[in-house]
């Protein structure tokens, strides 16, 4: 759920907390955040545990998260904030597909979500929804949830996936995509032996029967839920 508003005085500035496991990439949102007169990066941390041991203390209007982060992921903080009773929206920015990712963050209680490709205009306009108390997708994402809400009396058809954790969700869409085991190990930065843990659950709860099977249903969930 979108927290209120928070009126600042004049001259103050939105404080603006960054989670993303890649350096550089936080570098290039300091940059880029920093260039607004409202807006001001108080702090950075590369993983969930950096994050909720700064947070409290730094007391962010916002703060903006990547879903895959080594030790955990984004969701998982965006519920602990949840659960804590911070009452800080949190906006996601990810690599990973908005039509496939996005329900899932904003059910986890994410205030919004924008995909790295984006323009740097769109995460501005995105932050600045945020903090007004408003929830952000893109339009494209926002037409096609009205859609599923209201298709067939608003039952909704579910790909099953569902019962899929973010990881195996994560590795789900990689297989979908064509990649490997071994390519997929190398995205996520886990071992080969654990990327088929995953595949072996992720049989086990769609019901598959074979790693054919798997593939075919990646394949045709990644084709039919991407909103071309």
Wanted: charged content about 25%; glycine content about 8%.
């Amino acid at each position: 759920m979108a927290a209120q508003k928070k009126i600042k005085s004049a001259g103050e500035k939105h404080k603006v907390y960054l989670v993303d496991d890649h350096p550089i990439v936080r570098q290039g949102l300091i940059k880029l955040i920093e260039q607004e007169e409202q807006l001001e990066v108080c702090g950075e941390a590369g993983s969930v545990s950096e994050a909720l041991a700064e947070i409290q203390d730094l007391g962010p209007d916002v703060i903006l998260v990547d879903i895959s982060l080594e030790e955990s992921n984004g969701l998982e903080l965006i519920k602990t904030i949840d659960d804590l009773g911070l009452q800080i929206p949190t906006l996601v920015l990810s690599m990973h597909d908005e039509s496939l990712y996005a329900e899932h963050a904003l059910k986890a209680g994410a205030s919004g979500y924008v995909m790295k490709q984006a323009a740097s205009n769109t995460l501005i306009q995105a932050i600045e929804k945020v903090l007004d108390g408003e929830i952000y997708v893109s339009k494209v994402m926002s037409s096609q949830m009205l859609k599923m809400a209201f298709r067939s009396g608003g039952e909704v058809q579910r790909s099953g996936t569902e019962a899929l954790s973010l990881r195996e969700l994560e590795v789900f869409e990689l297989i979908g995509r064509g990649n490997s085991t071994r390519e997929i190990a190398e995205q996520l930065n886990l071992s080969v032996k654990t990327i088929e843990t995953y595949r072996a659950h992720i049989k086990d709860k769609l019901h598959l029967r074979s790693g054919t099977e798997l593939m075919q249903k990646a394949i045709h969930w990644v084709e039919n839920e991407s909103y071309r």
